[in-house]
């Protein structure tokens, strides 16, 4: 089962609000990263999880907090967004370590800031 | 120079023709190498991983040339089913500890005619 899934699937948000997105992943999988895609262009890397531990921050905004409370699940808080961070926020998964593990992403939660 | 360089398309071809993707990367330390395959407004879906002695997957064919940095993507008898985007994606190898970063390229639109 090469299944990752995530909450809600579309998210409208005002700049002044807190929202969180949900990710989840039943594969044994222990690195878990977030994605943010703008339309017409590649996804591009915020953070990556490895065995519930933060590894990878990409030089993300503070608005942007990630959590990983489990092996299996990863959020991502927002607070004071802006406009422009309206995009596509993909969440994926693989195995740790090696070089030819393949990652496995969700179906996105399509975000907009009012 | 782009780390992953791909030509962006469109490839308008007819059903049942032959198409080919080309793309070529940076970083002669790369280490794995995947075409994933994304509709619009969905996730990048994995399609094949690429070896250094090719590898076929029915219709789709995938060859990696490490001396010349070069990945391509082969198509045979084009169904419209395969209109997407073509993602050429680079595991640049160990990144930030036990995780690797994945970089993609900008990728390349298909449109199948009937």
């Known amino acids: 089962d090469t299944e990752v899934t995530q909450t809600p699937k579309h998210l409208v948000m005002g700049m002044t609000n807190k929202k969180s997105l949900k990710c989840e992943q039943h594969?044994?999988?222990?690195?878990m990263y977030w994605y943010k895609q703008k339309a017409k262009k590649p996804p591009e890397l915020m953070f990556v999880?490895?065995?519930?531990?933060?590894?990878i921050n990409e030089s993300v905004p503070s608005r942007f907090s990630p959590e990983c409370p489990n092996s299996s699940l990863l959020n991502l808080h927002l607070h004071a967004l802006q406009p422009e961070d309206s995009a596509l926020y993909l969440c994926a998964s693989s195995q740790v370590g090696g070089t030819s593990y393949e990652q496995y992403f969700g179906p996105g939660t399509r975000l907009t800031v009012t | 120079r782009k780390e992953v360089e791909q030509d962006p398309g469109p490839f308008n071809v007819p059903e049942g023709a032959t198409v080919a993707f080309n793309c070529t990367y940076s970083n002669s330390a790369s280490q794995s190498f995947f075409w994933y395959r994304q509709d619009c407004r969905k996730e990048p879906k994995l399609l094949m991983s690429v070896y250094s002695s090719g590898n076929e997957d029915g219709r789709f064919t995938a060859q990696l040339n490490r001396a010349s940095q070069y990945i391509s993507l082969l198509i045979r008898d084009s169904k419209l089913s395969d209109s997407a985007t073509y993602l050429c994606v680079v595991n640049m190898g160990n990144y930030g500890g036990a995780t690797n970063k994945l970089i993609f390229g900008t990728g390349t639109l298909l449109a199948v005619q009937p």
């Open positions: 999880y490895s065995y519930e531990k933060l590894s």
């Open positions: 594969m044994g999988h222990r690195a």
